[in-house]
């Protein structure tokens, strides 16, 4: 359990924390963390977008997929900054073994994953690990049986 513990508390606070870099950086500059491309075709399927130094940068599949939707991915940054902070609530709420926390962060863990690439790998890295079979039991058991 304590190895699984300690790869909730990295893959939520990575996430975490990156949701909130890239958010912040995004209100701050007009722009998120991206790949820098000169140039961009139609060739290439992806879609770029000019920061404000007029660098065309590359946001990933996620920025694709909702610019697809007519969405502008800028408007989002506050969105990124409120999904990272909720991300650092359920975690502590988890480490103090409540089973909202638990709750929230599987809820988190289906957010992040559905960052298409970006943070693919750490939500379902995160899921993986609180849907394993003795993590609820864990957090159960410590957190006392509701029914007493």
């Known amino acids: 359990m304590r190895l699984r513990l300690r790869a909730i508390i990295v893959l939520t606070l990575g996430a975490a924390l990156w949701l909130i870099a890239d958010g912040v950086k995004c209100v701050w500059t007009g722009s998120y963390f991206g790949r820098v491309v000169r140039h961009v075709t139609d060739a290439d399927g992806a879609y770029g977008y000019v920061d404000g130094a007029g660098q ?14 007519g969405l502008d991915v800028h408007d989002l940054a506050p969105m990124f900054i409120g999904v990272g902070m909720f991300g650092m609530v359920a975690l502590l709420l988890f480490l103090q073994a409540r089973v909202i926390g638990w709750a929230a962060l599987c809820t988190f863990a289906v957010i992040v994953a ?12 995160l899921l993986a690990c609180l849907l394993w079979p003795g993590t609820l039991r864990a957090v159960i058991a410590a957190a006392g049986d509701p029914r007493q």
């Open 114 to 125: 559905l960052r298409v690439w970006g943070l693919t790998p750490f939500g379902v890295g």
């Open 56 to 69: 065309m940068v590359q946001y990933g599949v996620w920025a694709d997929l909702l610019t697809h939707l």
